[in-house]
């Protein structure tokens, strides 16, 4: 099934007082993007970021979730998506090892993921390192190595 996007287009002093949820109008003259609510026109760039978030969500036509650990579902081809998802697992200490699971699963696979530990308590001068092993298409499990110290570990994994 195809799914068309209409962009309207045209000078701002042109534009319409409503226009359909989603729909981007594009202002030729100022170069400025607008959205329609349904009930109005707004620019996404000065308002809550509960529409920005749905209104992501509509032109993507997949989903997102602006939170800590959250994703973005960018379509690539009918019925597929590469997703990113993105997060913050904490309280390691030396030798925690536990799963950490992302916000939605990967339909296929986990492509690619990467980690960061940042120290927060008692870090001194020492080593820091964290292992991955076991990545799934819903989880991944991390083994702090940290010589002293607590951390939470940072990640962002991409999939499809």
């Known amino acids: 099934m195809t799914t068309n996007i209409r962009i309207r287009r045209g000078n701002k002093a042109d534009l319409p ?48 979730s602006l939170q800590g650990n959250g994703y973005l579902k960018v379509p690539v081809t009918s019925g597929k998506s590469v997703i990113i998802q993105w997060g913050c697992a904490t309280g390691f ?5 536990r799963d950490i699971y992302f916000p939605i699963a990967f339909p296929t696979t986990c492509g ?26 819903n989880r991944f499990h991390i083994t702090s ?15 499809w």
Do not use: H
Not at 93 to 97: I, K, L, V
Not at 119 to 135: D, F, P
């Open 93 to 97: 200490g030396f030798g925690t090892s």
């Open 112 to 137: 690619a993921l990467a980690i960061a530990a940042g120290y927060y308590q008692g870090a001194g001068n020492k080593g820091s390192t964290a292992q991955v092993y076991r990545v799934a298409a």
């Open 17 to 64: 007082a409503s226009a359909p949820s989603g729909m981007p109008l594009w202002c030729e003259d100022t170069k400025e993007l607008f959205m329609g609510t349904g009930d109005s026109v707004v620019n996404p760039t000065t308002v809550n970021t509960d529409f920005v978030k749905n209104i992501v969500s509509q032109v993507l036509g997949q989903g997102v």
């Open 145 to 159: 190595r940290f010589e002293q110290g607590s951390a939470n570990i940072d990640w962002i994994a991409i999939g």
